[in-house]
């Protein structure tokens, strides 16, 4: 402490004279300190040069003024302060003077002065020093790299470096290498690695703050080697079917490092490596035989060497994976034998046997042989039937897998089977594996209540067993095509299946009891490991066509390979416009009426189908909905015509049995011209008489009804033209007055039937006519107001009656009738077919005017035309061709 | 140092000796100089019956030398040996100049460099027999005038292989035939007695 002491009183005083030479007032030691953050720190400021202050002017500042409770007075002009370093950052400290004077306060430049304090960590020792030399070409690197742990802090300030010595035992040569922290690994170069000899190693860590030397590690050169794995290789034996022999070279020759090794193996496929024993392979060795091992099994094998130093030394990496296959052998256990059943026919089955390869089948299995009996007969169906197996070699990991069809035949369902089946490998064949089947009645009982349910990912299969003794399970699956089963133990009640199941692919789980070796009555399950979303909606069809308001609509099932699940339900959706409406069915439908649509609408259909795990849309489908229902129009077109005849036969009904009234109406009662005081004419009076022809020539109906007549004939039948000739002729002679009666009523004729039988006696052969001619157009109807030329003349012309005049009796009431309807005939120059209205008829003016239409013509034309004849143009002329026998009738 | 003092258990090969470290040291002495007399041989189109004639000066062995004697011999052929193997490496190079590092010049700078740590070792062997390093190689009768005459020089170079092939190969021998636990006790009984003296 003393000399501590002195030495910084000298260096205060050597950096004192050093300032004296610029003329500071101040200065502090040490200058540039390095301090240890936690450590207490002592500076001196002291007073050089000048008397101006003293000790208890001076003042110290970090980054704030110390208090003076840190102060020491050393003297009048030296001030001692004592900080504790807390922070790692480097620090400015300062002396300061406080202005006593003008002469402080002019040169406060002079009355300051100031350290950095540079905060570091004192080094601790390194700790977990290891050291390793690998394997370069053929040799051992004389590259020692080695690692070791820092302890303790350093910061940017004051770092830590770190040494690496090493040292063969015995000799005074070092080898060194440095390196800068934080980094905590170096190497040294040997020149040459030191087999064989004993080397020391440390690491001192090291700054401004002090040293620490780690401890050392003596361990021989060999122990940090770390070799290359050794080059293996394996060999078969097939004597030896359970053991490989392996052989390798050590990758470094004896003479620098004699190793020991260790040995891993497992079969192909296999993560789980199995170690020989160290103890076994511990030593300098160069082959070992591994043993217990499976025939016909392809093992890996590593191997990995170390320094022969059970206390130090680091193993290499592994060797490459060397593969080899263990000899074949016989197979150890039966071939698993099953069925696949299904009916053929009434009363019958086929069966197909199929076989997987012994679980122990210690090689490849080249063929079965097989053998069946039917206990109906108790005789073995001949030899060993053998069926080849065609498998390559590379099946042979997945053999267990697969099964072989061996032979199906087709059995009665009366027959009982018996089958032997035995498997034989290249080395010999395997013990007899039997399978009875039972005639059908026979078959011993099913499991009860099984269900098959899905859990960790797993399908899980449960029974009940029968109330009979079970030796043993088989529980099979089928699906997408793939048949698989595996064996339970008789008294399992639930089994988990094994086989790798895939996703979304419907199962049919089945399990059957076996008794003994007598197959039981299956029960069957479906069943998915996983359900998905359906791969596929169904299409869906309109059935027929749409109606009105309904639409049948089909869809198919989706195919099993589709479903990736079991189907929930369906839903139908069907939209028009922007309203969608949904239909949930049930899975098993196939089939909607779609209800409550509108007519000629526009409608698009589609079917999501639904799984637990999500549905799928299936496309579109369009329909338009009927404007018409089928029959519709037909049942309106009946309906109207329906109701027009019920109209009509009503109307007919209503005339037929209001006919007096309606004869009233239309067919007023023509007073009878015979009652008239005119009818006492005699047949025999002349026809020619003066003043008729005169009458007639004077009058202008007569050139009318010729004109009339003309065309008339024209258009009428020309056969009877002679006849109508002759008729002319005599129309001529009757100057025209020869109008039918058949277009009045006869009774108004003056030659009616009321004349009695002895008129017809005496004008049997000839029809007396009488015309009566008006003498000119439209004379009114009353007699007074003109004076009345008219003549009434009588035919006497021999030409026979037509049928309506013969006839005259019925026609009474036709004629009547059809009296308008000869008009026309009058007025065909009007050609107004509009012109017949009824509307237009007047009968009570026809009544008032009592007028009686006379056409000397109408006799041939009655049947030719029987059109209306009621028109306007009609009416004067008749008023003018029928008067009222006012003016008394006189004889002709 | 407290540092210098931790000496690591780890460290001691518990399984193998030190006479049979150092008999495997000279063992891969013997193999690396063999292999360098091979090269060196193919290098040169010598004959192995080229030259034959001692040239370490030593007592002949015999029966009657007892394990420090014969670690005595050893340790002094194979000092002889290294003044004699650095002074061939030196005048090859510097006859035949460096040249190109080929595998020769690997395995000669590999023995060169092996044969001083097979010295530490006998060295180590024999101060722990004896108890005392005082061991001075004796130089007398060396020849160590090389020759200037290139084939004499590589004669003489192949002859100074063939000097450390031998003696590496007789101190593998020698040292695999110590018997490990005396030199233990004796290393023992030599330490005892160094505490004995050192009290004294």
Redesign the interface.
Known sequence: MVSAAVLHLCVLAWVASVLAADDYHLVIAPQSPVVQIGSNFTATCMIINTTEVTADDLYWKFSEIIPKEHYIKINTSALNVTVTIRSEKSEWLLCKCKTVSQYVALNEGKFIHGILLRKGYRPEKPKNLSCIAVHESEKISSNIRCQWEAVGNQTEAVPTSYTLFVRQTGSDKVYTASILGPVNSTTVDMNVFPHHMELEIWVVAQNELGKEESEHLIKLANCFVKTKPPSVTVISEAVFPTSLVMNWTSSIDKLYLETIYEIRYCPLGSQMWIYVPLADTSRYIQSFRLQNLTPDTVYVTQVRCKYNNKNCGYWSDWSRNVTERTPEDLPTSKPDVWIITSAEGINKRQIEFICKDPEVSNGRIRRFNITIEKQKYRIRNGTWEIIPVNRSLTDGSSSKKQFTPLKTIRLDDEESVTVYVTAINSVGASPQAKLIIYRKAREPPAVEKMEVQFLDGQLLISWKSPNRTVSEYVVEWFGDGERNWQRENGKANCSTIKGDLKRFVHYRISVYPIYGKVVGKPVHEQAYAEQGVPSQAPTVNLSGDPGCYTAKLEWDEIPLIKRRGFITNYTIYYRSGTETHGIIVPPNTTSYTLTSLSRNTKYDIWIKASTIRGSVNGSNHSFTTLKYAPGEIEGIVVGVSLGFLFVVLMTMLLCFCKKDVIKDNFWPQIPNPGDSTIGNWSPDYPLKAEAPRENCLSGISVLNVDVCDAKCVFEEDKASLPLKKDKYLSEEHSSGIGGSSCMSSPRQSVSDSDEGGDMADTTASTIQYSSVVASSGYKGQNPSSLPQQSIFSRSESTQPLLDCEENHDTMVQEGSRQCFLRQPCFNHNAGNENATDSNDFNPLEMEQQEVLDFCPLEEDTEHTAPTDCQSDDWIPATVSSYMPQLGGYRPQ | ????S???I???????TAPA??A??A??LH?ECSTLLELFRKKENFTEDVADRRMVSVPPPSSQLDTRDKLWRIHSALLQCQKLLEKAVAKEEEELGGGKKGEYENKR??VK??LP?LI??T??LL?AAEGTTSLTPSVEGLELNVPTNLFDLKLWVYRVYKEVNYWSKTATNTLKDLPSVIVKERARTTRARNRRSTRR
Request: glycine share 12%; proline share 0%; hydrophobic share 30%.
């Open positions: 140092m407290a540092g210098r931790t000496r690591s780890n460290g001691s090969d518990g399984s193998r470290r150092a495997a040291l063992d891969l193999y700078k590999l460099e092996r740590l530490l070792s060295g180590e101060k």
